[in-house]
């Protein structure tokens, strides 16, 4: 009869309690929570690093085309790209001896304000 009644008393207590079923559900939810927050944070930061590698892109290619015009031709100038949403404005500084100096400026709107990339470079005359 007491092998009965301890069988009987381990087969009720099968499965979890309500509370316990609570608890599992609450830190699921914090941890969900933890990774959304982490996904979001690296969707910002992905999105901030292809906007400013676009505009480094941009300010190689010009300063590359500049070169190519020679020291003769090249002048200052601006330009916009509201595809990228890129400003860009390129100065020329006289020419002192054999050099002629390159400063290319770009610029582009993120959610915080705006940044601004600046190269310097020389062309050899």
Do not use: H, K, N
Not at 3 to 9: P, T, V
Not at 48 to 65: C, F, K, N, P, T
Request: proline share 1%.
């Amino acid at each position: 009869m007491s092998a009965e009644r301890s069988s009987a008393g381990q087969g009720g207590r099968a499965g979890f309690t309500i509370a316990e079923v609570l608890v599992a559900l609450v830190l699921f939810a914090v941890a969900m929570l933890g990774v959304a927050g982490s996904s979001a944070l690296a969707v910002r930061v992905t999105g901030s690093a292809l906007r400013e590698r676009r505009a480094v892109q941009r300010a190689g290619d010009r300063i590359a085309s500049l070169r190519a015009q020679g020291c003769a031709s090249v002048r200052s100038g601006s330009a916009a790209d509201a595809a990228l949403a890129l400003d860009e404005r390129w100065t020329i500084s006289p020419q002192s001896g054999s050099v002629t100096l390159i400063d290319e400026q770009v610029r582009w709107r993120t959610a915080s304000g705006t940044r601004t990339l600046l190269l310097r470079s020389a062309i050899l005359c």
